[in-house]
């Protein structure tokens, strides 16, 4: 007795107080993400405002607001906006009609049926820029498996321009229309079976139940998915890099990397990213709203 | 009430379960055609018609692993008896495997694999170390401004690779970190490092805070109540946030580019800048691949139940 009261008094003298296993625990990951995210983009702040090459030695010059003028009045740049919003738009939609139909196909019970979503789910797990690079393969005009299969003969899905765009979404509409699919069902199975039964008996048509029952319940978790797909698409590299070089495909963050890792225009590039990380960030809030919405439910 | 399913209702469901049947071969076509281009004759990877069906081989993970010359005159009978199975085969393609001082010379895959492995499981280690304190902290005290820290350490998630790596390059050249484990591990781990505090946030609301409180009461302190109670009760959610990232780590791509490029330099950037003009050889290029995409499948599996809480960032559970 004597024993395990000296020892409870021995732990409580040497305990941390709450208060400093919060900071204790807190602070170092705040530390680390303000020292290598926040200080990185205030440097980079700096540079947007200079005319730096990291090419050469020559010191960085203020320029004022010229790089951002420049790029904003940039054809060019427009285009790569142009190009990025078509390639979300093309993508994202396919996501959502090929994810929410699968769901809608799963959404039953049958055997295996955790074994065959899990294999459903294997693309969107697997590194972009290694499969991308197989499809390139999968496409290839001459010898690839898919014409052969579609029986399109010779058909040019990457080097035509004007394909190439709809052929990096189709793969990334295979990567993540799982996604979609994955949360779309976990909206349905909380679609409560007594709403179908009671318009079942009001002899409602199964298209009246979708639209009236399923779709508003399923709304918000959709919404999130297209919320999460979008800003993805928005920032997409790996795939487009990999699969094409063509001016049609090449997204801002494309942009962005052949701006700062090709040509050198340190404090140009620096600028345009502050460009797009405005846009990823008013993306990010409006995610965060709405992941908070449904977190109350 | 059970509804007693129609006829009608039934042939529905089974046309369904026959969709869905159909839809996950096409789903997995592309990655049977990385797994069975890796086992295919180098003839028959690219041949036309597409070959399905083949004698499986193993010369492409011999390739693989190996620096091979092409053969000058074809190989003497005796030389080729004596050689063991695998150089055989590099024999058969007719090639030889280079070798300097009797050593067999190793291609640059196996170097480029373990450094990912390096990268994805320190990073891994580091992320979830941090993420699990800091989930606890805000799962268990009042931190001031608690959303706006939360939203902060969420969004860094959100940057673009390339807006994160100009100003980091730059540091990274400054200090030589470029192309260094280091370099890459800080990066990921900075990456990783909101997600698992978002996922295990998630899971640390989970456990009662009952449990703790017993412990209080028991005269436990509090980080005793933290290490014996409340640690032991999240090892599933641990073991979850940490395959995620080591995946998200093992598949990063953008970072490793601009900031590697040979001594530290991860498989995803190494595999496709194989692919040179001329002739390329799928069937190595597959074997590296599978490989390398082996681990993901497995873990995928692994992690099934945990998957829709993963992708949404802890937000949605089943």
Redesign the interface.
Known sequence: MLA?LD??SR??A???S??A??N???I???A??II???F??I??LG?SFTDFR?SVSEPARFVGLRNYRELLSDPNVWRNFTVTAKYVIVSVTGQVVVGFG?A???N?T?PMK?F????????????????G??????Y?P????IN??LGLGSFDWLSNPNHALYAVAITDI?MWA??VM??SL?GLSAVPQ?LY?AA?IDRASGWYSFTRITLPLVAP?LL?AII?RT?EAF?T??LAY?MSGQPTTETI?IR??KM??QEWQ?GR??AL?YI??IV??A??NI??KY??K??ER | ?A?VASPGKRIR?RL??A???V??LI?????Y??GS?AFKPRDQA?????TVFFTPETTAFVKLFTKRVQLRQPVEPETYAAAPWWEQRIFDGGERVLRVKGEVQLSAYPSRFMNSLIVAITSTVLAVG??T??A???SR?R?PAE?D?L??????R??????????????Y?AIGLTDSHLGLI??Y??FN??FS?WLMKGFMDEIPKEYEEAALVD??????A?WKIVLPEAVTGIAATAVFCF?IA??E??FAL?MTNRRAQT???F??AQ?GSGLTD?TT??AG?FL??LP??I???AL?HH??RG???G??R?
């Open positions: 395990r020892t409870r732990a409580a040497q305990g941390w709450d208060l296993i919060r204790a625990f807190i170092p990951t705040i680390f993400l290598f995210n926040v990185p983009l440097y980079s540079y990291a699968l809608m196909l799963l039953r049958f955790g065959v979503t899990t294999l459903l789910l294997l693309p969107m797990m697997m590194s972009m820029a290694v499969v690079l197989f499809w390139k393969l999968l290839d001459s010898w690839g498996p052969y299969a295979w799982p996604f994955l949360l976990a007594h039964e079942a978790i999130i999460f800003m920032k590299f790996d990999i963050s962005l990397y700062a890792f340190t590039s620096s990213a797009v990380l990823v960030v993306i990010t995610y965060v992941l908070n449904v977190k | 009430m509804m469901n369904a379960i969709a869905v049947l839809v996950t789903f997995l076509a592309p990655i055609w990385i281009t690219t041949s036309v018609p597409p941090m993420g304190l800091t606890y902290g805000f005290f931190v959303n820290w939203f902060f350490i969420l969004s860094t959100m940057l673009p690779p390339v807006v994160v790596a100009i100003p980091m390059f730059l540091m050249r800080i990066l781990t900075a490092l909101s505090v005269g436990y302190t509090r980080m005793q933290f995946i093992w598949n791509y953008a601009i498989a995803p950037p595999i496709p692919v799928w290029i597959a691949t390398f995409l993901v499948a873990f995928t599996f099934r998957l829709l992708v949404t960032f937000a949605i089943k």
